[in-house]
């Protein structure tokens, strides 16, 4: 059920709202139509190794290259869950990423294959820098100011500011939204958002930042965001916040970071406060060491937030749109620690109603020597920027895509959207 | 305020953790020179009152029998029993098959978490705290995993701590050869054939040249690196990192694998150098030639040399410290200035002091007063150091601030903390410190009750009076306006005497949830 302000209104009482609000809500008024896409940024950290995520099963240089237990098999006890390309190589998942096949076969799910930068960096740091900033390369052209390729989409499509427009699940704002100067952190709402101490501590603190300097900007912001966020969520009869309740039975997983993130990403998308961007990150995927048993709990975890949170924003499917990638990809060769070293190729993942899924998207370059990157890593055949251009290409026009992605063209459409 | 007072409060809060009323008049009493001589060479080991409040230190361990696994439950108030034990001492934690719950085998991180912060608050060596913590996230390893959390307490004695304010060669070399590093970066399981490159990435990266020197365009071709044909390259590339990673195979601990012709190695977590598992041939490292076959960990020590010694090293160093001491945003010039001591000082057994000397004698220690966030650890440190207060760290009490975005020890990514104020000033970030002063002054999480009527200072009776007083002690300068803020929104009258206790408490907890104590 899609919750009006109304309703929230009558949940809350507009006393309460009224008593929390600051002049953020100047722009509630004008909050943005139900209509609006919804952008979430998964960012794999560490480097997924994604041809143990999504491998060519049946590659003679992919078995060659690896033990059974580092990559995506095509036959035996632990088979890959087969995606039925139609192309030469039989490109499977990995058995623990049930959901992401369901998904997949329901066409809600794009895999491109083989994304990643231009630049050859191997630093975890320096190509999550460049991703987050949406730049491709550290040694060409940046754009001006550096600020997150998601806070310049933002600026692009403009419209009111609601409670929370850009969200990061973090405990900082990530650097894809660096400059929104109005992102939340929201790592949960279980407890609620409110300013701790109460009214009482909310006046002092209202009038104590009302100053110049870093911390009292931060902490002027900080006052009023919260309390109208806290405003928003509904409570029981004791004033705490009542559990969220995930709809269509929807399950995730509260143990895990990315359960946690991705459900607090449905619920305000489903709280209407004008949510637009949110950045939400899964770390633990620098597999050097000990891959195989590490691999498939990231593979099963991913998978099953991934469903989770597809069941739970049913409602709102056609505007929510969640575009999962990862610094690089991992060496083709396993190293001697059962692991293996930072690669160069990656993969995309879009989720989305709006998404032409059920299909493997973009050039695949192929694992034989010559085609390897260096001679020993996956190639990049996609810019990471053709499947975020095309992901928010009908939003903007193509001279703000430009400014969102400064000197990026398009060298071949991927047809992500339908 | 006379600067005579001025001087020793950001003394404790630019070099130390936070202004205490006892080190204010140590300051005051030995001189700023003094002060800072003694804080430079600080004698080994905790001074007698620190150390007694370590040994009579207790912290609750709690987990539910596992049958099973012939675990009986547990819950009890128990002393820190890992601190100084050896690696092999601790390593056994980890051998005793399923035997040992999970709890048992994290404790030691939890052990250093308590001493950790008992150090800040009450350790009269404040300098070498704030640098211990400052290695500890430049050589950062994440304890959370047990095989890390065993290694934690010989990391912290015998390597950050030992060479705090050391030769930075030897700290460098001593975390090479650390249990905790050789776990956390897999070093431990490189081997000959397909070295793991975790650990050299991160050496080049993290620990020494930074990456700003990393020449990634430059891949393969190492003689286009400025320099190298004069054997002084200016950075690195993906080159460098593959051939020292070989150079590091055989570098492991004694973790019972086995080894040529199927003999094991001890089970003690010590380090040892296997041979058998070490690439012997060629390389080629920061245009470096080495031999095929040297003798035994020369490759290793070798890379090492080379990048304690390169210049990049010395200005990426300075660049953090700068960073952490004195401003986000570093001035190039200051940063110049303390690379070349380092850098002319390589040699020395206190090269990182006389680095030290140099950032806490510069004019900027001053002059950017106030403009670096404080973390959530400082800030609890820095509070519990200005009330005065004898603040115990309980097991609900480190939850709550590895709930803050600090995990001490625990950081999951090679880089440590991050230390810009972008990253401990957001939304959460906010609410959360608010929390963390409010639950120590309420005392939420049993750190005990602050005892708000006999720590206030003598000679305050009003409202007024005692805001006032707590502006000067906690924030060094008394500020009229956000002391009335305070009482208008409380609604207490300036003149009167405070209610009751619950109020006198709100009033101080509002004075260190103001803006100037989030910084220093």
């Known amino acids: 059920m899609h919750m009006k302000r109304r309703d929230l209104l009558k949940l809350t009482g507009s006393a309460a709202l009224l008593a929390a609000t600051g002049l953020r809500d100047l722009a509630f008024a004008n909050e943005p139509g139900a209509g609006d896409t919804v952008l979430v940024f998964l960012f794999l950290r560490g480097g997924c190794d994604v041809l143990n995520l999504i491998g060519p099963s049946n590659d003679a240089a992919y078995a060659e290259a690896r033990a059974p237990d580092l990559r995506v098999l095509d036959s035996g006890d632990h088979a890959g869950l087969q995606l039925l390309t139609g192309g030469r190589d039989d490109f499977r998942l990995h058995p623990e990423a049930a959901p992401l096949l369901e998904l997949y076969q329901q066409k809600h799910l794009a895999i491109v294959h083989a994304t990643g930068l231009a630049d050859e960096t191997r630093s975890h740091f320096v190509a999550q820098d460049l991703m987050e900033r949406g730049w491709l390369d550290n040694n060409k052209q940046r754009p001006s100011g550096a600020n997150g390729w998601m806070t310049r989409w933002l600026t692009e499509i403009g419209g009111a500011h609601g409670l929370a427009r850009a969200i990061s699940t973090t405990g900082a704002v990530a650097k894809s939204l660096e400059g929104q100067r109005d992102a939340l952190c929201v ?19 209202s009038s104590l930042y009302a100053g110049p300097g870093l911390a009292a900007t931060s902490g002027r912001d900080a006052v009023a965001a919260v309390a109208a966020l806290d405003a928003r969520l509904p409570r029981g009869a004791d004033h705490r916040p009542l559990p969220y309740e995930p709809a269509h039975g929807a399950q995730y997983d509260e143990n895990t970071d990315i359960g946690t993130a991705l459900s607090t990403v449905a619920r305000l ?3 209407d406060v004008g949510l637009r961007a949110a950045c939400v990150d899964m770390g633990g995927w620098d597999t050097h060491e ?67 899924g059920g299909r493997l998207l ?24 053709s499947v975020l251009a095309e992901a928010v290409a009908p939003t903007v026009s193509p001279a703000a895509l430009q400014r969102i992605f400064p000197g990026f063209r398009a060298e071949q459409r991927l047809g992500l959207l339908r | 305020m006379p600067a005579t007072t001025l001087a020793p409060f950001l003394a404790c809060t630019r070099l130390g953790f936070g202004a205490s009323p ?7 009493a030995q001189g700023f020179s003094r002060w800072l001589d003694a804080q430079l060479a600080p004698p080994s080991g905790d001074d007698a009152d620190t150390a007694s409040r370590i040994a009579s230190a207790r912290l609750r361990i709690k987990y539910a029998a596992n049958p099973g696994q012939e675990i009986a439950a547990v819950d009890e108030a128990r002393p820190l029993h890992a601190l100084d034990q050896s690696i092999s001492e601790t390593w056994q934690l980890l051998d005793g098959g399923q035997k040992v719950a999970n709890q048992e085998r994290v404790r030691p991180r939890y052990e250093l978490v308590v001493a950790t912060l008992l150090r800040g608050m009450h350790s009269p060596w404040q300098l070498r705290e704030r640098m211990v913590e400052f290695w500890h996230d430049h050589f950062n390893v994440q304890g959370f995993d047990a095989q890390v959390a065993v290694a934690l307490p010989t990391y912290d004695r015998d390597v950050i701590r030992k060479h705090a304010l050391g030769n930075f060669r030897d700290l460098l070399g001593a975390v090479a050869q650390s249990t905790a590093m050789l776990v956390y970066l897999n070093n431990r399981s490189s081997r000959a054939g397909s070295a793991n490159e975790n650990y050299a990435r991160e050496l080049f990266e993290l620990h020494t040249l930074g990456r700003g020197a990393y020449l990634n365009a430059q891949y393969d071709k190492w003689r286009a690196v400025p320099g190298a044909l004069q054997g002084k390259p200016s950075g690195y ?21 086995t080894v040529a012709n199927g003999r094991k190695l001890p089970k003690t977590g010590r380090f040892t150098y296997v041979d058998s598992f070490h690439d012997g041939y060629q390389k080629r490292i920061l245009a470096r030639e080495f031999d095929p076959f040297r003798p035994a960990m020369r490759d290793g020590e070798d890379v090492l040399d080379l990048v304690a010694t390169h210049p990049a090293t010395a200005n990426f160093v300075a660049g953090k410290l700068v960073r952490r001491f004195i401003e986000d945003t570093p001035p190039p010039g200051l940063v110049a200035r303390v690379a070349d001591v380092f850098r002319r000082n390589a040699n020395a057994h206190d090269q990182i002091a006389r680095t030290m000397r140099a950032i806490a004698t510069a004019p900027e220690l001053t002059e950017a007063a106030g403009r670096k966030a404080r973390r959530p650890a400082e800030l609890v440190i820095a509070l519990a150091r200005g009330l005065d207060h004898e603040l115990t760290v309980t097991d609900q009490f480190i939850g709550v601030l590895d709930g803050s975005g600090q995990r001490l020890f625990g950081w ?8 810009d104020a972008a990253s401990w000033l957001g939304t959460q970030a906010m609410r959360q410190r608010w929390q963390l002063v409010l639950g120590v002054l309420e005392n939420s999480w049993g750190t005990g009750e602050f005892d708000a009527p006999s720590l206030t200072p003598s000679g305050t009776h009003t409202n007024g009076e005692i805001v006032a007083a707590w502006q000067e002690r906690l924030l060094g300068a008394r500020d009229a306006g956000q002391a009335q803020a305070i009482l208008t929104a409380m609604k207490l009258p300036d003149d009167a005497p405070p209610q009751n206790v619950q109020r006198l408490r709100r009033m101080v907890a509002y004075v260190a ?8």
């Not at chain 1, 709402?189 to 002092?204: F, T």
């Not at chain 2, 999951?412 to 230390?419: I, L, M, R, S």
Request: hydrophobic residues 35%.
């Open chain 2, 513 to 520: 949830m103001s803006p100037g104590f989030q910084m220093r």
């Open chain 1, 269 to 271: 998308i489903k709280l």
């Open chain 2, 237 to 257: 590339i993906d080159q460098d990192v593959y051939e020292a990673a070989r150079a590091f195979t055989g570098w492991t601990i004694e973790d019972g694998g």
């Open chain 1, 187 to 205: 790592p949960n709402l279980k407890y609620g958002y409110g300013v701790p101490g109460g009214d009482e501590a909310r006046a002092v603190l």
């Open chain 2, 412 to 419: 999951p990514a090679p880089t440590g903390h991050p230390d």
């Open chain 1, 290 to 356: 000990g891959q195989p048993g590490r691999f498939n709990n990231l593979a099963k975890n991913l998978s099953r937030a991934l469903a989770a949170f597809w069941n739970d924003v049913a409602s709102e499917q056609n505007r929510v749109l969640l575009i999962a990638t990862t610094e690089f990809g991992r060496r083709l060769r396993s190293n001697k620690s059962n692991g293996t070293d930072h690669g160069h190729g990656g993969a995309t993942l879009a989720l989305g109603g709006c998404v032409d």
């Open chain 2, 22 to 28: 006892r080190d204010i008049e140590r300051i005051r």
């Open chain 1, 362 to 385: 973009g050039p695949w370059p192929g694992l034989h020597g010559d085609a390897l990157d260096r001679g020993v890593d996956l190639a990049v055949a996609t810019d990471y920027r």
